[in-house]
């Protein structure tokens, strides 16, 4: 089968959430860093391919890094790795359906949260500082004027921002989840992924990168980062437990998984009772 019907993905996915939060701290932690060091890997490539285009392409520059970004997504879900905005989306769908207590889904945030944090910070001053790949020239210019752009919302923007983000990266996770391929993993988290980043929406594990390195350059405060990582983690949890985990739990999951149908028990009784013959015989 190339492709899980909507309701198997949804059951995929609440199974999968109360997976992710059964993790030991220390599994955790290793995939939440690989997973936040993926997605700014992605995102450097992405200033790293942009940053010279000429400013008259326009609104094209943006569609040519929002089609690289998505490596570090694609990383995170084939290669392995435990992400905030997709957990957003899957342990809070387990809780809803209630496979997980709300305790475990808040400790696995939280770790998540930390662990994703470590690695794209971990990129941003090892690849971006120390070795200059976002501290030089055209480079670093790119980098203070996106982050600029990411400071610059208040609170409800950047909240708003933070959930339209989500709702797309949550499906793209939910698609992934969808194909049995490689390829059909890939397709399903490409779109929704170069979507987000082309429209502008803010990702709070993006914006661990990207602010970061300008501030490792001498450019805006980690205070400033504070205020802009509070609404957009909050916006992204809105994004994918509600657009995205609660929706689907309305139509797919609310009501009971159904029973084994009587006509499957009956069609088994036979064969059993054949065997049973048979072995009598045999005996």
């Excluded at 997504?73 to 809070?92: D, F, K, Q, R, Y």
């Excluded at 499957?264 to 065997?275: H, K, L, N, Q």
Aim: aromatic residues 12%.
């Amino acid at each position: 089968m190339a492709a899980k019907t909507p309701l198997e993905v949804a059951q995929y996915t609440a199974q999968t959430g109360m997976k992710k939060a059964q993790y030991p701290v220390s599994s955790v932690l290793v995939l939440s860093f690989l997973a936040g060091a993926f997605i700014a890997l992605g995102f450097l490539l992405d200033i790293r391919v942009i940053a010279s285009v000429p400013a008259e392409w326009g609104s094209l520059v943006n569609l040519i890094g929002a089609a690289v970004f998505p490596v570090g997504l694609i990383m995170v879900l084939i290669g392995g790795g435990e992400l905030l905005t997709g957990n957003m989306m899957a342990v809070p769908l387990a809780t809803i359906a209630r496979k997980l207590s709300v305790g475990s889904m808040v400790k696995n945030l939280s770790l998540v949260t930390i662990g994703n944090f470590l690695g794209a910070i971990f990129v941003a001053y090892a690849f971006g500082h120390v070795l200059g790949l976002t501290g030089e020239g055209v480079y670093l210019a790119k980098v203070v004027d996106m982050a600029g752009h990411k400071l610059h919302d208040g609170f409800l923007q950047a909240f708003i921002s933070g959930i339209g983000c989500n709702w797309l990266v949550a499906l793209a996770v939910w698609l992934s989840y969808a194909s049995d391929t490689m390829s059909g993993k890939v397709l399903g988290i490409w779109f929704p992924t170069m979507a987000f980043v082309a429209i502008g929406f803010q990702h709070v594990v993006a914006n661990m990168f990207l602010i970061p390195a300008a501030i490792f350059e001498g450019h805006y405060s980690w205070g400033q980062y504070v205020m802009n990582f509070i609404p957009v983690w909050l916006g992204n949890l809105t994004g994918g437990a509600l657009f995205v985990a609660a929706a689907y739990w309305v139509v797919y999951l609310r009501q009971a998984e159904p029973k084994v149908k009587p006509e499957v028990v009956t069609s088994i009784e036979p064969v059993e009772a054949e065997g049973r013959v048979m072995l009598s015989k045999q005996a």
